[in-house]
């Protein structure tokens, strides 16, 4: 469902953390039937990182992003942790961050796959217009640890990561100009992972989904914005399949170019997938001041989500 519009909050920093432990796809042919061209083919991951905890790499992104920010960390009211691989059952790894980084304020997980940090993001300008001030947003995963790693259907896709970004009350308008969340429970299936189990998952049915999925949710987000495919400077989408990606540009008419791709290197890092891309093309000067991004993601569930926002960060 698309509701109304929120405003009167602004993005102003990003940080990222990716394990030091590299895994390439020659790595892969020594454990599974595979070969590094099949996987860059097919996905477009040259390769991947892997370890550590949730908690840990939501820490250290978003440090990096509070320094960026320069804000007082004590500032901070809330920290919405997206991620599909808590540390814990219980509690939440939210808390856990929050302990980490020294932080007196409210925590929570969100789960939506890998729309994630795009709902956390929605959620954040929510609450801003409910009275807080600052809110950390975090997607982090170690997808690595409830992956197969004899499964070579998933094991050349998934990988561990995470990113942050500090959301902070403005005057004005905000930067948030449309958005949309959506969920297919009758495809929960496609994609899951049990208790105490691995990730299971029909690629080409989530494949086939996620196209249209992408095209619908960056559809309706651009409507609620009044804007259209020609007005987006840069798409950030979640880092799943480069040719999902393609395909995805392709039906919105927007030029592949115009996407932040960082899945040769990080692989499917699920909720961190798309603060990785924004920081990427962050730091390569890919995004300057009032720059219209469209934030695109899909995962299991199946869960869609869109943001489009104009960047006035630092
Ligand atoms: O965050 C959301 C999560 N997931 C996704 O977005 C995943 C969406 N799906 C995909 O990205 C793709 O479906 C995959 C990359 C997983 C697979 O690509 P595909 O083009 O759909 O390949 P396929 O499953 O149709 O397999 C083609 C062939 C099969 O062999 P046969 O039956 O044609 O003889 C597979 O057995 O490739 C084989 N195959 C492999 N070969 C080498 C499957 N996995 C591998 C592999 N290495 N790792």
Same mark, same amino acid.
């Given at each position: ?23 390439? &796809? ?16 097919? =996905? ?25 920010? !320069? ?13 599909? =691989? ?17 932080? =007196? ?55 561990? +990561? ?6 902070? *009350?403005?005057? +004005?308008?905000?930067?948030?100009? /449309?958005? #949309?969340?959506?969920? &297919? ?11 105490? !189990? ?16 992408? %095209? ?6 651009? %409507?609620?914005? &009044?804007?259209?495919? &020609? ?6 989408? #979640? ?6 990606? %393609? ?10 170019? *115009? ?10 890092? =699920? ?18 001041? !009032? ?21 006035? /960060?630092?």
């Amino acid at each position: 469902m698309t509701s109304k519009l929120t405003a009167g909050a602004r993005m102003l920093s990003i940080g990222t953390a990716l394990p030091d432990k590299v895994v390439t &796809n020659h790595d892969l042919e020594q454990m599974v039937d595979t070969d590094h061209q099949w996987i860059v083919d097919r =996905s477009g991951v040259h390769e991947r990182r892997i370890g550590g905890t949730t908690a840990g790499l939501a820490a250290e992104a978003a440090q990096m992003a509070i320094d960026r920010s !320069g804000i007082d960390p004590s500032t901070i009211d809330l920290l919405i942790l997206a991620t599909t =691989s808590p540390d814990r059952q219980v509690p939440a790894t939210a808390s856990t961050v929050q302990e980490l980084l020294g932080l =007196s304020c409210g925590a929570m997980d969100l789960n939506a796959a890998c729309s994630g940090f795009v709902y956390a993001l929605i959620a954040a300008h929510g609450f801003i217009q409910m009275g807080h001030n600052r809110i950390l947003v975090i997607g982090a995963e170690t997808l690595s640890r409830i992956t197969d790693w004899t499964d070579r259907t998933t094991c050349i896709l998934f990988a561990d +990561g995470a990113g942050a970004a500090v959301i902070e *009350k403005t005057d +004005g308008p905000g930067d948030l100009h /449309g958005w #949309h969340v959506d969920s &297919n429970g009758a495809l929960e299936d496609a994609l899951f992972c049990d208790f105490d !189990g691995k990730i299971e998952m029909a690629g080409k049915v989530i494949f086939k989904n996620a196209v249209l999925a992408m %095209e619908n949710a960056a559809n309706r987000s651009l %409507e609620m914005a &009044n804007l259209t495919p &020609n007005d987006i400077d840069l798409v950030v989408p #979640h880092q799943a399949n480069v040719r999902i990606v %393609e395909a995805s540009c392709k039906r919105l008419g927007i030029p592949y170019e *115009k996407t932040s791709m960082v899945i040769h290197r990080t692989g499917n890092t =699920s909720s961190a997938s798309i603060p990785l891309a924004l920081e990427d093309a962050w730091s390569q000067g890919r995004v300057k001041q !009032g720059d219209n991004l469209l934030l695109v993601g899909f995962g299991a569930g199946m869960t869609s989500a869109a943001a489009v926002m104009t960047w006035d /960060g630092v």
